[in-house]
């Protein structure tokens, strides 16, 4: 099997698995299912995942607790990345964020007890909050760093001038944002601030809602199919998935699957960048560890670039309502 190699989390951070394991799908429910997700979790420890990322508000805490039963023993086997900040519904909609100093401290103390651990290590707002001065709210984690309840800042879906104000604050460690060869927003200002501050980027959605994985119909989108962004509805669907068709035939030729290729190309585009897997069960670990395996020539690097330009994909890669959250 592959071997999980290590990249170090922004200029001076920590080592950290050279793939992250996303954990928002990560649920409570009857005995089995909340047994495999311990077994999944735990399998990904084995196989050298120790970045683990989740959010407060993912399952409004199942995650957190899932995690916290599967690493009873295996603290020091993970890095455990939180998001916060994020309202939510019963039903588990996000209804709007909460970045008040107080309120951060308050997320925080719910996380370490249902996580089971002392001390968080990476820690960020899952979004910037409007209403309250970015400067208060990143304050209030500087604090939790102070008082050994934290160990690095993170921020997410920041730009570049909200990135430059919570460094002024206390440094930070890395920046969790989406990016993919179907989203290549942060290349233009983002990417180049956080590197010229020493921030390493941890990259989520890359797959892009399934646009890269290679197991999506391509014309029109599979009946029932509840696909959060607008660029994977109608016509946008149509035309993305028929650009995704050039990864597909690359993957084809080189003997990976599109999905490998997606992930490779961001590990090719930085080694301060980790990006995240989304693994719902074991035997999906050894499927993202040959990721590790590609290897680009400058050619395919060019023919990607040229396919994928940033503009090729059409569509908001978020509703409306959410993207007045994200970076742009």
């Known amino acids: ?36 997700a311990v077994k999944t979790i735990q399998s990904a420890l084995d196989s050298g995942f120790s970045f683990l990322d ?22 020091d086997d993970a890095f455990l990345s939180v998001k916060c900040g994020a309202q939510v519904d019963p039903n588990g909609r996000i209804i709007g964020l909460d970045g008040r100093p107080n309120s951060i401290k308050n997320f925080a103390a719910y996380s370490l007890k249902r996580l089971g651990v002392d001390v968080i290590d990476l820690y960020q707002p899952g979004r910037a ?23 690095y800042l993170g921020v997410s879906e920041v730009g570049a001038d909200l990135l430059r104000r919570a460094h002024a604050v206390h440094p930070v460690t890395a920046l969790e944002i989406e990016y993919s060869l179907a989203s290549r927003f942060i290349e233009r200002e983002i990417l180049p601030t956080a590197r010229e501050l020493g921030i390493g980027v941890v990259a989520y959605r890359i797959l892009a809602e399934g646009m890269l994985g290679g197991s999506l119909p391509q014309g029109q989108p599979p009946a029932g199919s509840s696909f959060l962004a607008p660029r994977m509805h109608g016509e946008h669907y149509t035309r993305n998935m028929a650009t995704a068709q ?63 330009a940033p503009d090729a994909i059409v569509g908001l890669r978020y509703p409306e309502f959410v993207l007045k959250w994200a970076a742009q």
């Open 129 to 151: 909050d409007p209403d309250v001065p970015y400067e208060e709210t990143i304050g209030a984690i500087a604090d939790l760093i102070k008082d050994g309840k934290v160990r």
């Open 246 to 308: 050039v990864l597909d035939a690359m993957a084809t030729s080189k003997g990976f699957t599109p999905a490998q290729l997606a992930m490779a190309w961001v590990l090719s585009r930085g080694d301060d960048i980790v990006p995240l897997a989304g693994i719902s069960r074991p035997s999906r670990i050894i499927d993202n560890l040959n990721a590790l395996e590609v290897r680009f020539t400058p050619e395919e690097l060019s023919q990607l670039d040229r396919a994928f």
């Open 54 to 75: 989740t959010g407060d508000f993912y399952g409004s805490g199942q995650s957190e607790m899932l995690l916290g039963r599967a690493l009873r023993g295996r603290r």
């Open 1 to 36: 099997m592959t071997e999980m190699t290590t990249r170090t989390l922004g200029k001076n951070g920590p080592a950290v698995s050279a793939l992250g394991m996303g954990c928002m799908a990560f649920r409570m429910g009857d005995d089995d299912r909340e047994k495999q």
